[in-house]
């Protein structure tokens, strides 16, 4: 089992990306029943967790990205996705998915790099 992120990329301030996560190797029912978070590991910083989404797309935000990201889920296809408009230099870093329980190995990440 392991997510495999994609979509980063480089963009200016004030932009928008969408990054995606599938999680292969894990049968539906079971990435179904999961909470899935993404996560931000700044340069020179621990990874911290920026947005969960339930089964039934319930969502919390961290504060730095709250109102600005969307987080939405395809539970048929076990993909996950964040919507990143107005984009800081302050949100550059790798994005990553798991499950909210951290359980999963981590994948290799999506660089998103904003420019001022």
């Known amino acids: 089992v392991l997510p495999v992120e994609s979509g980063g990329g480089l963009v200016q301030a004030g932009g928008s990306l969408r990054v995606s996560c599938r999680v292969s190797g894990v049968i539906t029912s079971v990435f179904n029943s999961k909470i899935m978070g993404w996560y931000r590991q700044a340069p020179g910083k621990q990874r911290e967790l920026i947005a969960t989404i339930t089964r039934l797309s319930s969502t919390t935000y961290g504060d730095s990205v709250k109102g600005r990201f969307t987080v939405s889920r395809d539970n048929a296809n076990k993909k996950v996705h964040l919507q990143m408009n107005n984009l800081k230099p302050e949100d550059t870093g790798i994005y990553y998915c798991?499950?909210?329980?951290?359980?999963?190995?981590w994948g290799q990440g999506t660089q998103v790099t904003v420019s001022s």
């Open positions: 798991n499950y909210d329980t951290r359980e999963l190995p």
